[in-house]
């Protein structure tokens, strides 16, 4: 796999981490692999220890991005990896915002974001790279086939929200099943709405905005949906490319807060992206969402600050 070369001259100190040569932008870097890390200390070392043994074949950086770990994450991961970057911040500002200031501080051409409960398969990097290059402008984002730890398929595509799919969901109708998508064949590469934001990979010139792409009104859940719905250009999921995926270990370490977190966003997404009548049917749909978060949750909670 031969990545086409950039010019590399490390961190470029202005505002959008790239510059203008004989009118087109130059990169400091092929790729930018963002990790949004809390308390998953023994996944991290994993996570980092795979990159480095499969490594993308051109320029690239790596910014893990520390949300007030307790576990030492930002301590082990600037000792036993100091070739990579890290941000060790004092708060935990949540997935969104997490993602947006690594994004902010990343110089490279495409945009990596990944979970620290993944590990990378050789020559995972390169040719995810290479795929989404191939597909062209009107493409912004790549996902690749999630591998769970018994080898099985991770389903990890969906529909992006509507009414419609989600009363499809409700009702389990199956000619109505644009949300879940139970039916996406996950060993063929085709255009995929809403990838799981485990691993996505962005061209960064079809973000909506390069510098802060993530809507932090979404802490945790639903800011890679909202992102994917204004993206500029589709998304390809790629079947031959596999990462390997744990799955929810920040999420499980909060579970009734984070359950609660999941409801209100999808309600929050449904009226952003839903102006004027077509909001009437949104009020009865939140009423039964509310009702399943406080029966999953077995109670009340507040949700991501809580």
């Given at each position: 796999?031969?990545?086409?070369?950039?010019?590399?001259?490390?961190?470029?100190?202005?505002?959008?981490?790239?510059?203008?040569?004989?009118?087109?932008?130059?990169?400091?870097?092929?790729?930018?692999?963002?990790?949004?890390?809390?308390?998953?200390?023994?996944?991290?070392?994993?996570?980092?220890?795979?990159?480095?043994?499969?490594?993308?074949?051109?320029?690239?950086?790596?910014?893990?991005?520390?949300?007030?770990?307790?576990?030492?994450?930002?301590?082990?991961?600037?000792?036993?990896?100091?070739?990579?970057?890290?941000?060790?911040?004092?708060?935990?500002?949540?997935?969104?915002?997490?993602?947006?200031?690594?994004?902010?501080?990343?110089?490279?051409?495409?945009?990596?974001?990944?979970?620290?409960?993944?590990?990378?398969?050789?020559?995972l990097l390169?040719?995810?790279?290479?795929?989404?290059?191939?597909?062209?402008?009107?493409?912004?984002?790549?996902?690749?086939?999630?591998?769970?730890?018994?080898?099985?398929?991770?389903?990890?595509?969906?529909?992006?929200?509507?009414?419609?799919?989600?009363?499809?969901?409700?009702?389990?109708?199956?000619?109505?099943?644009?949300?879940?998508?139970?039916?996406?064949?996950?060993?063929?590469s085709q255009?995929?709405?809403?990838?799981?934001?485990?691993?996505?990979?962005?061209?960064?010139?079809?973000?909506?905005?390069?510098?802060?792409?993530?809507?932090?009104?979404?802490?945790?859940?639903?800011?890679?949906?909202?992102?994917?719905?204004?993206?500029?250009?589709?998304c390809w999921?790629?079947?031959?490319?596999?990462?390997?995926?744990?799955?929810?270990?920040?999420?499980?370490?909060?579970?009734?807060?984070?359950?609660?977190?999941?409801?209100?966003?999808?309600?929050?997404?449904?009226?952003?992206?839903?102006?004027?009548?077509?909001?009437?049917?949104?009020?009865?749909?939140?009423?039964?969402?509310?009702?399943?978060?406080?029966?999953?949750?077995?109670?009340?909670?507040?949700?991501?600050?809580?």
């Open positions: 796999m031969r990545i086409p070369e950039l010019a590399f001259e490390g961190f470029l100190p202005r505002k959008n981490n790239r510059e203008i040569s004989d009118g087109k932008l130059v990169y400091a870097v092929t790729l930018s692999i963002i990790i949004v890390n809390w308390n998953t200390a023994a996944l991290l070392r994993d996570c980092l220890q795979s990159i480095r043994e499969h490594p993308f074949p051109g320029p690239f950086e790596v910014i893990i991005v520390d949300n007030a770990s307790l576990d030492g994450s930002a301590a082990l991961a600037r000792s036993e990896f100091s070739e990579f970057k890290t941000l060790m911040e004092s708060v935990n500002h949540g997935y969104a915002r997490g993602n947006n200031i690594g994004i902010a501080a990343s110089t490279g051409e495409y945009v990596l974001t990944l979970n620290p409960d993944t590990r990378v398969t050789p020559d390169g040719n995810a790279v290479e795929t989404l290059r191939s597909k062209g402008e009107s493409y912004g984002c790549l996902s690749v086939r999630f591998e769970g730890a018994n080898g099985e398929t991770q389903h990890s595509v969906r529909g992006l929200p509507t009414i419609k799919g989600i009363l499809g969901d409700l009702l389990k109708l199956s000619n109505w099943d644009t949300y879940r998508l139970r039916s996406f064949d996950y060993s063929q255009d995929a709405p809403q990838p799981m934001g485990t691993f996505l990979l962005f061209r960064r010139s079809a973000l909506p905005d390069p510098m802060k792409p993530f809507d932090e009104q979404f802490p945790i859940f639903f800011n890679e949906v909202d992102l994917l719905k204004r993206l500029k250009g589709k999921y790629e079947a031959s490319l596999t990462i390997h995926h744990l799955g929810g270990a920040s999420t499980r370490q909060t579970r009734k807060p984070m359950i609660w977190e999941s409801h209100r966003s999808l309600i929050r997404y449904l009226f952003k992206h839903n102006q004027g009548l077509a909001r009437i049917p949104l009020y009865p749909i939140s009423m039964i969402i509310w009702l399943g978060a406080l029966v999953r949750a077995r109670g009340y909670s507040a949700g991501f600050r809580s």
